[in-house]
């Protein structure tokens, strides 16, 4: 069972930054075997929402109010470790930050950048693909929204 907290970035521990640089750069860098700028200065204007089984980061994400990254409120950087994923976190952890976006901003409308192989993962969410495919940081993503 995850403990999910939603922090903001000065709420943040230097332990907990660090899990979340650490766990970012694990399965974005060196998983996907992609190399970009992760810590791009978003993470300041962001809503951190981090899942934790035994004190150990497992699942995160980043949430973002309307006008921060897209005109609508925004989730990315859904991430979970992967020798974890067969618990099924990436739906706890999304789940929480849909929630949160409610909570935090009072919005339904949510927008997404998701990697394609991934787009069975967020239908199941309620998040439908629009527009085309395109690339990003040379993987494969396409834009969705949940209403």
């Known amino acids: 069972?995850?403990?999910?907290?939603?922090?903001?970035?000065?709420?943040?521990?230097?332990?907990?930054?660090?899990?979340?640089?650490?766990?970012?750069?694990e399965v974005f860098v060196v998983e996907q075997d992609c190399v970009y700028q992760d810590v791009d200065g978003k993470d300041k204007k962001a809503l951190h929402v981090?899942?934790?089984?035994n004190d150990t980061l497992v699942a995160y994400t980043r949430i973002f109010k309307p006008g921060d990254y897209f005109k609508e409120a925004s989730i990315?950087?859904?991430?979970?470790?992967?020798?974890?994923?067969?618990?099924?976190?990436?739906?706890?952890?999304?789940?929480?930050?849909?929630?949160?976006?409610?909570?935090?901003?009072?919005?339904?409308?949510?927008?997404?950048?998701?990697?394609?192989?991934l787009n069975t993962f967020y239908n199941n969410l309620?998040?439908?693909?629009?527009?085309?495919?395109?690339?990003?940081d040379g993987i494969p993503h396409v834009a969705m929204v949940k209403f």
Do not use: W
């Open 1 to 25: 069972m995850l403990q999910i907290y939603t922090k903001i970035f000065n709420e943040l521990t230097t332990q907990e930054l660090y899990d979340v640089l650490q766990l970012r750069a």
């Open 50 to 53: 981090l899942g934790y089984k």
């Open 76 to 117: 990315g950087r859904v991430v979970v470790k992967v020798n974890e994923r067969k618990h099924k976190y990436g739906y706890a952890i999304m789940e929480a930050s849909i929630q949160a976006v409610k909570e935090n901003f009072n919005e339904t409308l949510i927008k997404i950048s998701a990697q394609t192989y």
């Open 126 to 136: 309620g998040f439908k693909a629009i527009g085309e495919e395109y690339l990003e």
